[in-house]
C-alpha cells in the first residue's frame, strides 16, 4: 500500500489561512498598520532571489508585509551587520529574514547573530538555537521546525523511533535533529565523512534527506514502512532522497515538491505573526 503523503502545500494553506484572522487582529491593535517581515539578500543567487519572493509574497497573502532589503554582491560584513542593526532598531519591523546563503566575503554566521532574538522568526541565532535545543520558548529554525509540524499535523509517531538525518548543516541538519530528540526519537546524525551510510539508513523508522544533492539517498537502503522527509528540491523536480521507489512501501513521505517548501514558509510566516503578536502583547 502506498504511503500516506505528508502533504505541506494542503497544511501551510491550511496554516496562512489561520494566521490571516490573527493578522488582522494585530492590525487593529496597531491602528490598521500591518506586521511586516524584513527579507534580506544579498548578492544575484537566481534561487535566493526566488525564495525571498515567496516569502514576500506568502506575507500579503496573509495580510502582513514585507520590507525588501536588496543589497549588491559586493557587500561586506560590516555593511551587512549595519543593515541588520537599522532593522532590529525599526520597531515597524517584526522579524528578519536574511536569507542563506549569503556572498563567500561575508562572515555569515557573524551575520545571523546580529539579528535580534526577539525578530529572529527564521531561527537562525546560536542563542535561538540553544533554547530551542534545551526545550526553552525559542523561534525554532523555519524549515526544522516546518517539518516537525507537518509530522505531527499527520500524527506521525516520533517517540522510541530510529530517526536518521542525513545532513548537519546550522540550518537544517542540526536543528532537525535536536527537535526530534526533544520529541523523543532516537537520533543518528550522518554527514560526508560518515562511513557506511547505506547500512545506517537502512535501520532509520525516520529517513530526513538535508543534503543537497540529487536522489542521494537510495531507496534501496530505505526500509518497508520508513517514513520519508526529503528537504531537498533539485531539477527535475526530484528531492536528496530517491522517492519514487518507496512511494508504494513506505508508512509516509513528502512529495517534491509540495512537501517541506511549503512548510519552511508557513514556520516563517507563522513566526513572525508571532513576534509580532509578541511586540504588541496579544497571547
Ligand atoms: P548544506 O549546508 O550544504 O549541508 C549539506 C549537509 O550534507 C552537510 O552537513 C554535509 O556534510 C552533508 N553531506 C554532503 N555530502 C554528503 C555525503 N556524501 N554523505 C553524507 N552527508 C553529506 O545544505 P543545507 O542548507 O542544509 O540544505 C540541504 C538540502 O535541503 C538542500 O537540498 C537544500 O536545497 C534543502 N533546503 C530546503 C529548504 C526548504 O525550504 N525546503 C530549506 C533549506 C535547505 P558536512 O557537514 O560534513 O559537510
Known amino acids: 500500500m502506498a504511503g500516506i503523503v505528508l502533504d505541506g502545500k494542503a497544511l501551510s494553506q491550511a496554516i496562512e489561512a489561520e ?9 487593529e491593535r496597531a491602528g490598521g498598520r500591518p506586521p511586516i517581515l524584513a527579507t534580506v539578500l544579498v548578492g544575484d543567487d537566481p534561487a535566493s532571489a526566488t525564495y525571498v519572493k515567496m516569502k514576500g509574497s506568502a ?34 519591523v517584526q522579524g528578519i529574514l536574511l536569507q542563506h546563503p549569503v556572498p563567500k566575503q561575508i562572515d555569515e554566521r557573524s551575520c545571523f547573530e546580529r539579528i535580534a532574538l526577539s525578530k529572529d522568526v527564521d531561527g537562525v541565532t546560536m542563542l535561538g538555537f540553544g533554547r530551542m535545543a534545551m526545550g526553552e520558548p525559542a523561534y525554532g529554525s523555519a524549515t526544522p521546525a516546518g517539518i516537525m509540524r507537518l509530522l505531527a499535523h499527520y500524527g506521525i509517531p516520533l517517540e522510541g523511533r530510529h530517526a536518521v538525518v542525513v545532513g548537519r548543516s546550522p540550518i537544517l541538519g542540526k536543528p532537525v535533529a535536536m527537535m526530534l530528540l526533544n520529541a523523543h526519537a532516537t537520533v543518528t546524525i550522518c554527514h560526508s565523512k560518515t562511513q557506511g ?17 540529487p536522489e542521494f539517498i537510495k531507496a534501496a537502503s530505505i526500509r518497508d514502512g520508513a517514513v520519508v522527509v526529503d528537504a531537498g528540491f533539485h531539477p527535475g523536480n526530484v528531492g536528496d532522497i530517491e522517492l519514487a521507489p518507496v512511494i508504494g512501501r513506505c508508512a509516509a513521505y513528502t512529495p517534491v515538491p509540495g512537501g517541506v517548501g511549503p512548510m519552511t514558509i508557513a514556520t516563517l510566516i507563522s513566526q513572525t505573526v508571532a513576534a509580532a503578536e509578541a511586540s504588541f502583547g496579544i497571547s
Do not use: F, H, W, Y
Open 59 to 92: 506575507c500579503r497573502r496573509v495580510g502582513m508585509e514585507s520590507l525588501k532589503v536588496v543589497l549588491p554582491q559586493a557587500t561586506s560584513t560590516a555593511e551587512l551587520c549595519a543593515r541588520i542593526d537599522e532593522l532590529n532598531a525599526n520597531p515597524e
Open 197 to 213: 551510510l547505506p547500512e545506517i539508513v537502512k535501520v532509520a523508522d525516520v529517513i530526513v534527506g538535508a543534503v543537497g544533492k
Open 19 to 27: 494566521l490571516s484572522a490573527r493578522v488582522a487582529k494585530i492590525r
